[in-house]
């Protein structure tokens, strides 16, 4: 894939964060248009613990753009309280501790789905 120069100046933290953002509302959307296309004209008895794991992947996506929106207020905070350091800043770095930090509050989600529906 050949990127013209007009687009290198949109991989600028925020602008990364911003398409993940993205693509976590996407995938929200998308699966959750799935799941409600399925479930129309069908007899819904069936425990909660079934529609939590069917809704699993678009509470993932609302978990990630949640925690990305957030992310992506930190870097702009960033870069008008420090901007000399956010400017030299190493961005493979700073963007790989902003992803670790929405997956970790992800699988947070996970752990509090699944010790909600712990057997008692």
């Avoid at 933290?13 to 004209?41: E, K, R, S, W, Y």
């Avoid at 809704?55 to 309280?81: C, H, K, T």
Wanted: proline share 3%.
């Amino acid at each position: 894939l050949i990127i013209s120069p007009s687009f290198r100046c949109l991989r600028s933290p925020c602008n990364i964060l911003i398409a993940a953002c993205a693509l976590f509302d996407v995938v929200h959307q998308a699966f959750l248009t799935l799941i409600v296309f399925n479930l129309v004209g069908r007899c819904l008895k069936s425990k909660s613990e079934t529609f939590s794991s069917v809704q699993f992947l678009p509470e993932m996506g609302v978990a990630g753009g949640n925690f990305a929106i957030l992310s992506i207020g930190m870097d702009r905070f960033l870069s008008i309280a420090v901007p000399n350091k956010y400017r030299t800043m190493d961005v493979a770095t700073y963007l790989s501790m902003q992803f670790v930090a929405i997956f970790v509050y992800c699988a947070f989600i996970v752990f509090l789905m699944v010790f909600f529906f712990r057997d008692e």
